[in-house]
């Protein structure tokens, strides 16, 4: 199994539907994250959890919104989904040691119409 | 705030061929340095990360990236690229100090022709 699980891999919605989108991990690390992927503009971060009583809103989090209902896993919403919120979505988890380096899931492909 | 540069979005190599990709960061401090590579359907994979010591550092699948403090780049290179190297690659820049932020670049998509 892999340590950084994503589901669903791919959903199509339609304008206004609310959407969540699951990520568990078993690496056993205290900080997620949430990354959005649009071609060109590479990677940026949504939301991240350094516990699971801390949530912190990264540089595009209008939106979006979490929830870390263990330490194992995050969860990404789209209260009202909206066209422009058609992306690839990485779950990410890290130890917070050293360099902090990220092991992030498999994505999750989502298109709203 | 930290910034990356990739300045080419696609490069196309022969197999056997050599390959370097190009990175150049802006921080104000000796930055965590990292290569991820995404291939179709699947999520990024570290490839290496620079954060302290030698700056020439090796990673996995024949790939090594040196650090040059003076040019503020983290360029990545392989001597002989094979075909299953075919896919993105993202440098990254993490501060290392307190929250260790992760800024991506926009990432290079390498095709590999036979």
């Known amino acids: 199994d892999a340590d950084v699980t994503q589901t669903p891999r791919n959903r199509i919605t339609k304008t206004g539907k609310r959407i969540m989108l699951e990520c568990s991990q078993t690496?056993?690390?205290?900080?997620m994250y949430w990354y959005r992927q649009d071609p060109g503009l590479g990677l940026r971060l949504i939301y991240y959890?350094?516990?699971?009583?801390?949530?912190n809103k990264g540089e595009i989090s209008d939106g979006y919104s979490v929830s870390r209902q263990a330490q194992a896993k995050f969860s990404l919403s789209l209260e009202s989904a909206i066209p422009n919120q058609t992306a690839l979505y990485f779950c990410?988890?890290?130890?917070?040691?050293?360099?902090?380096?990220?092991?992030f899931g498999a994505g999750s492909r989502l298109t709203v119409l | 705030a930290q910034s990356v540069t990739q300045p080419d979005i696609h490069i196309t190599v022969s197999e056997g061929a050599s390959l370097e990709l190009r990175c150049n960061y802006s921080?104000?401090?000796?930055?965590?340095l990292f290569w991820y590579v995404q291939s179709p359907g699947q999520g990024l994979q570290l490839l290496l990360k620079?954060?302290?010591?030698?700056?020439l550092v090796q990673g996995i699948k024949g790939f090594e990236a040196e650090f040059k403090r003076s040019q503020s780049s983290f360029n990545l290179r392989k001597p002989s690229v094979h075909w299953s190297d075919a896919a993105e690659y993202f440098c990254?820049?993490?501060?290392?100090?307190?929250?260790?932020?992760?800024?991506f670049g926009t990432g290079t998509r390498l095709l590999v022709s036979p």
């Open positions: 990254a820049v993490g501060m290392n100090t307190g929250f260790q932020k992760l800024v």
């Open positions: 990410a988890t890290s130890d917070g040691l050293g360099a902090n380096v990220l092991t």
């Open positions: 959890s350094f516990d699971v009583k801390d949530i």
């Open positions: 921080y104000g401090a000796t930055p965590y």
């Open positions: 620079y954060f302290s010591g030698d700056t």
């Open positions: 690496k056993g690390h205290d900080r």
